[in-house]
């Protein structure tokens, strides 16, 4: 007998069974631009012309990600280059070791990155290029009486220093509290210059005072002037207040045997 083949250590990753693009509503013969299943894939070219997708194709991956000769398939480029600007924020690591409390060099930076490390930068670039009013505003707004400064020393290194009333000097970042410092990358992402055609964010009142959640609301609801929103929370406090905002209902989920449902 031939010897067993072994298993692989990834046989439970997931797989892309089947995967379809099309324009419109609904999927139709003539609307599709993309049909992937069992084990063949199929493309439309900007001529009309169906033909099978010529690259070799990873069953862990979706096709987008693996797009070759993107000038022939401009429409599915196109989808790709706009799926890979969202912008998913689930966690700010803000704990002692975490790199935004000390200075980082610092670069132009208008997408203040998933960790948060490069928040200075990215407060500083909304100070030159962005809405700097704005900034101060929701600053003050949740800390009153404070200011927001960018301290950069002579290696370019950028650092959050946040001025309180009745404090002598600046407190500087590793001295400010978890919530605080997660507040501060939550305004970066909001007020970014650079706006998502998607923004999600995951939990955003993790660590935060619930004195932040109004304001927090406040600034939901004005990046939804310039993106989609998707926000989950617990809080239901700031799921009202954007609902209201935003003039938008609030989608609750439950949790039964067989997983996550939306209650009805």
Known sequence: MPPAIPSSAFDLDPEVKEEYVWHG????PGSTLLTRKAGSTWVTRPDGEKITYPASLSISESVLSQLHE???????????????SWRFYHEFRTDSESLMRYPQVGIRTPVVSNNGND????????IEIGDVEKLH???DCAFPGSRLLIDVDGKSRFQVLLQMPGISRPLEANELSDGTLRYLCLVAALLSPRP???LALNE????LHPELLTPLAELIADASKYSQMWVTTHSKHLAQT??????????ELGMGDEG???VD
């Open 196 to 198: 998502s055609s998607l």
């Open 25 to 28: 509503q609904q999927r139709r």
């Open 137 to 139: 505003d929701v600053i």
């Open 119 to 126: 928040v200075a930068s990215a407060l500083q670039t909304i």
């Open 204 to 207: 955003p009142e993790m660590s």
């Open 70 to 84: 993107p000038h022939l398939y401009p429409e599915l480029s196109a989808l790709r280059h706009e799926m890979l």
């Open 242 to 251: 954007v609902s209201s905002l935003c003039r938008e209902p609030i989608i």
């Open 260 to 262: 996550t449902y939306i």
